[in-house]
């Protein structure tokens, strides 16, 4: 059992990893600084929490922005799934238009509609790994 100050830190670690991790996809997506914001849930002058993360602070608190990173390594680690042997593909597929998306791209799709658009891209890939 942790005493408070320690679980506090391992939380803290915990998120300083995360931000690492979530920084390298949006490098491997090679996602605008838009695009990273808006899949963060931050707003357009918020570039300063970015370089933040980049340079190795852990990520906020708030339950939003952590449950929206965990979606989006989930819907990594779905694509790693579905192109094992092909990187470059997995990385391009989510900037690539989509007849399942009415012809928009994921990242369209979750910039447009949020935590909806989060659900619906893991889905959609949830379904190709079940099929």
Not at 125 to 131: Q, Y
């Given at each position: 059992?942790?005493?408070?100050?320690?679980?506090?830190?391992?939380?803290?670690?915990?998120?300083?990893?995360?931000?690492?991790m979530?920084?390298?996809?949006?490098?491997?997506?090679?996602?605008?600084?838009?695009d990273?914001?808006?899949l963060?849930?931050?707003?357009?002058?918020?570039?300063?929490?970015?370089?933040?993360?980049?340079?190795?602070?852990?990520?906020?608190?708030?339950?939003?922005?952590?449950?929206?990173?965990?979606?989006?390594?989930?819907?990594?680690?779905?694509?790693?799934?579905?192109?094992?042997?092909?990187?470059?593909?997995?990385?391009?597929w989510?900037?690539?238009?989509?007849?399942?998306?009415?012809?928009?791209?994921p990242?369209?799709?979750?910039?447009?509609?949020?935590?909806t658009?989060?659900?619906?891209v893991?889905?959609y890939?949830?379904?190709?790994?079940?099929?």
């Open positions: 059992m942790y005493a408070a100050g320690q679980e506090f830190e391992v939380q803290k670690t915990d998120r300083v990893h995360l931000a690492k979530i920084m390298k996809l949006f490098e491997n997506w090679q996602l605008k600084t838009e990273q914001l808006s963060l849930g931050l707003f357009n002058n918020s570039k300063a929490t970015l370089t933040r993360y980049r340079n190795g602070q852990p990520l906020a608190t708030n339950r939003d922005m952590l449950e929206r990173v965990s979606i989006l390594l989930a819907i990594h680690k779905s694509l790693r799934l579905i192109f094992p042997k092909n990187h470059e593909l997995a990385y391009y989510i900037t690539t238009k989509n007849n399942a998306f009415a012809g928009m791209t990242i369209e799709v979750i910039t447009k509609r949020g935590f658009g989060l659900f619906m893991r889905a890939l949830d379904k190709i790994i079940a099929n």
